[in-house]
Each structure stands twice: as structure tokens, then as C-alpha cells.
């Protein structure tokens, strides 16, 4: 019996006394597959990309089309981004601040994109404003075009991207509670003054890196643009789409060299977010003290 008491129960065990062969092993596991799926493909791109050397690739990144297609990339996040923001502040603040009725499905109705397809998120739009369409005569008759134009590529984009800010902000504030915010309001602080001076300050960084998430998303996002851009070389295609028509054209080099500008503003990203990690996760430990 001694025996029997004398041991660790099995739930207090540590999690990391395997043996070293296992520990190796596991190491090598996840090194390999990222090696294989994630460095290998970087590197195939900006190998291939400048197959032809640099002036080659400088040609490809200028071309008409590619700087329509870069442009166009920026314009709709600079537009999609900012809705974004101001949804997710919205929304985050209502959930975490508020009690009412249909807070669950709220949360269920942001948490949506994650798991629709970004092809059904575009046929959504298609099927709101396409041709045959109930505002198809209304959109005609006042001579609006949503599909195959900016509009419609930045509505496609806010549908996958909105989730990014609000997702962030939401555990956040709701860790924090209301108590900063009632103690403003009692020493008559107005509520765009509390919004401004103590809950804004106290999630900032949460807020940059969702806007840096949300942004990424944004000019990376290929199949709900796919569906409502109608592939108009030059005019709707946003840089994912310009690559895939330049691929199927056997244009590798012109294919490649897009493909790299979007892999360095990856790594740029990852580069941000996991400064912005380390930020955000001091703001969350010290967000109670603020």
C-alpha cells in the first residue's frame, strides 16, 4: 500500500519526461514537415522567380498588368481593412461590455467565415447583385455595378476578413471587464472620452495585430475575389489572380516574380506578428493593471 501511495498521481506527472529518443524524434518530425511544406516552397518561389536573373524579374513586376494587379490589391485592402476595424471595435465592445439578448449568435455569426468556403462567400454576392438578381433592375437603372468591378472585390474580401479584428479584441476586453470604463464614467468622462483614453490604450495591441491578420488575409484572399472579379485582365484582377492567369499561361517567370511580392509581405507579416506577440502577450498579462 505504501508503494501505491509512495507514486505520482498520474494526472500530476510531468508532460515532458519523455525519454530522449522521443523527444528527438519529435523535433526531427516537425522540422522535416516544415522543411518540406513550408521553407522548400518559399524557396522554390523566389528560386524560380529569378530563373532568368534580376532583370527579368524587374520587367515582370512592371508590366502593366502586374502593377494594375498590385494596385488594385492595395486599394481593396486600404478599403476593406479600415470596415474591419471599425466592425470588429463595434462589435468587440458590444460583447464584451453589454449584456443582451442574441450575444451567442452574434458571436456564432462572426466566427461564420472561418468555416464557409470563400468560393460560397463570393456566390453569395453574385447572387444578391449578378444579373438575374432582385436589384439587378434597380443597380442597372442607376447605373451601379457591383460584380466585376472594386465594389464587389471589396465586399468579397470584408466577408472573409471581418472575423480577424473582432476575434482578437473580444478575449481581451472581456478579460478585462468594465471596471476601468465605470471608474472614467464616474469621474464624468464621456463615453467617446472613456473609449479614446482607457479602453482603446488597453487593447492597442490587440488591435494591430488583428489589423496586421486582417490585412495579410486581405491581400492574400483568392477565392471569393475569384468568383465576383470576372478575371478582367488589368482592370479586376488582384495580385493571386494575376498569378494564377500568368501560371496558366506558362508565364513562370512573370507567375513567380508576383508570386514572391505576396511571399515577402508573408514573411513580413510573420516577421510583425511575432513582434506583435510578444507585445500583445505583456498587454494581456498586464491589461488588469492598467
Known sequence: MANVFSRAPIGLRSAVNEGAITRVSLILTAVVFLALFLIMPLVLVFVEAFRQGVGAYLDALKEPDALSAMRLTVTVAVIAVPLN????LAASWAIAKFQFRGKNLLISLIDLPFSVSPVISGLVWVLLFGSHAALSPWLQAHDIQILFALPGLVLATMFVTFPFVARELIPLMQEQGTTDEEAALSLGASGLQTFWH????????????????CTARAIGEFGAVSVVSGHIRGKTNTMPLHVEILYNEYSFVGAFAVASVLALLALVTLGIKSILEWRYGNQLASGHRH
Open 198 to 213: 482607457v479602453t482603446l490604450p488597453n487593447v492597442r495591441w490587440a488591435l494591430v495585430y488583428g489589423v496586421l491578420l
Open 85 to 88: 476595424v471599425l466592425f470588429g
